[in-house]
C-alpha cells in the first residue's frame, strides 16, 4: 500500500518529465529547421550559400592525382578544351556581375579539378599569370584562346589564330538570338 501510493505519482512525474522532454526535442529540431540562414535574413543570397556550404578556395592546390596514359590526357585535353572555348563562345556579351563571378569561379574550379593532376598544376600556374577574364563574351574568348597557346607553347604545339576564334566555336548551336534575327 505505502509503496503502491508513492510510486503513482513517481511514474506519473516520470511520465511527464518524458513528454516535456519529447516536446522540447520536437520544438528544438522544428524551430532549427525553419530558422533562415543568417544570410537569407539579411536578403543576401550569398549569405544562404555560405551558411549551407564553406565556399571552396578558387586558387588552392590542384585535386585529381598524375595521369600517366598520354592517349588519354590528350583524349581528355581535346574534350576539355572544347567545352572550356564553347562554354566562353556561349557567354553573354553583356553579363551580369553574377553572371561574371560565375565564369570566374567556373574557370578556376575547373583547374582545381581538372582530371590530370600534373596538367591542374601547370594551369595554376597559367591562371596566376592571366587571370581569367570575365567582362564579357569577347575578352573571355580571347583570353581563353590566350591561354591555350600558353599551354600550345609548352607542349610544343602550333599557335592558334586567336582573331578565328569566333567563328571556330561558333558551334551551329541553333541559338535562339539568331533563329529570332532570321525571323525578322
Ligand atoms: C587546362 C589544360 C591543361 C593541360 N595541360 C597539359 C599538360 O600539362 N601536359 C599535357 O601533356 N597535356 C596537357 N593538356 C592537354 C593538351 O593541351 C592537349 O589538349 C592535348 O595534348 C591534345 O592536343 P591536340 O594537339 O589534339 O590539340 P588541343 O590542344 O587539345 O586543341 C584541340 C583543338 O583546339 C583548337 N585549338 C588549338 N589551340 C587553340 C587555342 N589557342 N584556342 C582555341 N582553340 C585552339 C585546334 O583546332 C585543336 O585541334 C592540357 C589540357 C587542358 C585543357
Ligand atoms: C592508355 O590508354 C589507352 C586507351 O584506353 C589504352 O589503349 C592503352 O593501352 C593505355 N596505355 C598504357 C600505357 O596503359
Known sequence: MYSRSLSRPTRRTGLLALVAAVLFTFLLLHSYQHTPPAGQRAGNAAGVASALYSQPDLSGHAIAPRLGNETIKAELGRAAWKVLHTTLAR???KPTKDESEALRSYIHLFQRLY????????????????PPQVDGRNVAAGWGCHVHNVVNKRLKKPQFDCSKIGDFYDCGCADDEKEKKKGT
Do not use: T
Not at 582530371?115 to 592571366?130: D, N, R, S, T
Open 91 to 93: 557567354f553573354p556579351e
Open 115 to 130: 582530371p590530370c593532376g600534373e596538367c591542374a598544376e601547370h594551369f595554376g600556374e597559367v591562371l596566376k599569370q592571366f
